[in-house]
């Protein structure tokens, strides 16, 4: 904001450079790197602190906070495996009251800097006072969540507090950043600069995550179970995944070397592989499909044969090492192959949270009563509640018939956006919204606060891709 009080600062040659350095695709990465550094080394105070030094740079001396979308949707992925406070060892940092001052004081700080700037872009320029067009999907959803349970006899306030904090983590980044953004300096192509480097980001703490589970050196059958980061377990390793597949494939599609970025596409449907999630496999394959199709068909013609080349290359490496390492793939893959295509007890959940609606049908249970199904013990000091392992049932179980309709006015709305004057830009931003639909079928991942991150700024970002369409001159 300096830069506004003070506009000859402006001219310093230092305050030049970092502004640069902040709108660059670098800044981008060095936030990616930071938080791959920070999830491998366990380094999350270190890292966060460096973050909170990057936000205030930004407030203070940004004409527009762009710069800050890369840190709220790569914070997330900071947290490692061995600092994970769930975890059975209680050797987490986060179980200390020295990091929880140090998360307190970094969550304070950048919560008074970064409301003191959308106060100030809401107040001073005129053009910010006008509502984003999925105003009222999100105020429909958020009361939804807020209020769910309340005449079940289970509402209380951690329960209310606790739905405001997933329509939050749903909704923040659109509507902070739809404020505090200029449009007119948002590429067509961010979207995909920003999903494929938190794909490469994801991809490399994939290989940490394998690495401390000791899946390189274990010579005996494997157990995915033991395949979890700082920030989630497999699975929800395997939503973000699949949500990022569609953004190296626009560069595929668009760059004239895409067979680079086709090749980067195949790496992470190798990593889903690894992973082994089951959802994220079988939804990853349907969304790698779609991808592929649709870059196929709206490539230029003298780039679909190298395209189609270096697909085929991979389909053959892919059956070369099913044939030639099948002993590796029973030791390693084996909890997985085991599982096969049962339900995992999922049906009878399904059954339970159907059960837990019927007895409220219009306002739900909340989201704590949950536990009541749920596997093993759920204690009541915790903050994040049992699920019900499908995005849908556990709306109505947890807020009843009022949140679904709210949710699907919700889904109206983003479709409303992706369908009016439609280009291949928002085709693909749009998959990328369609992958979080599908993954949250068999889990929650709707729910999740590290998706909902990328989630919303897909959305705020389909929504300027409409606004530049409709009314800003592109330069």
Known sequence: MLIYFLPKIQNVKVIRIIQAFLNSKYSMFLIAALALISNIFS????????????????????????????????????????????????????????????????????????????????????????????????????????????????????????????????????????????????????????????????????????????????????NRGLLYTGWGINNNVASAMVMCLPAPFYYACKKKYGGIFLFLANLLMISLFFVQSRNGIVFGLFMFAICLFVTLFNAKKKNIAPLILTQIAFLFLYLVTIFSAQEYILEMFGSLIDKGLSDNGRYEIYRNGFKQFLENPYFGNGFYECGAFRWGDNSIGKFFPSRYHNTYIQILASCGVFAMIAYLYHRFETLKIIFKKINIEKVFMGLIVFALIVTSILDCHFFNFGTGFLYSTILLLLEINLIKNESLTIS
């Not at 380094?43 to 906070?65: H, K, M, N, Q, W």
């Not at 950048?110 to 984003?132: D, G, W």
Request: charged residues 15%; hydrophobic residues 50%.
């Open 43 to 222: 380094l999350e105070i270190a890292v966060l602190y460096i973050y909170l030094g990057i936000v205030i740079t930004a407030i203070l001396f940004c004409v527009d906070l762009l710069s800050l979308i890369p840190i709220a949707c790569c914070s997330y992925y900071t947290f490692s495996r061995q600092n994970n406070p769930l975890s059975h060892d209680k050797t987490s940092v986060f179980l200390e009251s020295a990091a929880k001052t140090n998360l307190f004081i970094i969550i304070g700080i950048t919560t008074v800097f970064a409301t003191s700037r959308l106060i100030f872009e809401i107040v001073t320029k005129e053009e910010k006072r006008k509502l984003p067009k999925l105003t009222w999907g999100f105020v429909a959803l958020g009361l939804a969540y807020v209020i769910g349970g309340i005449f079940s006899g289970y509402y209380d306030g951690r329960t209310a507090f606790f739905g405001f904090t997933q329509i939050a983590s749903l909704c923040f980044c659109y509507f902070y950043f739809y404020f505090t953004v200029n449009f007119k300096k948002v590429k067509k192509s961010y979207f995909a600069l920003l999903g494929t480097t938190i794909a490469v980001l994801l991809l490399f703490e994939i290989v940490g995550m394998l690495y401390f589970s000791g899946f390189f050196t274990i010579t005996e059958n494997f």
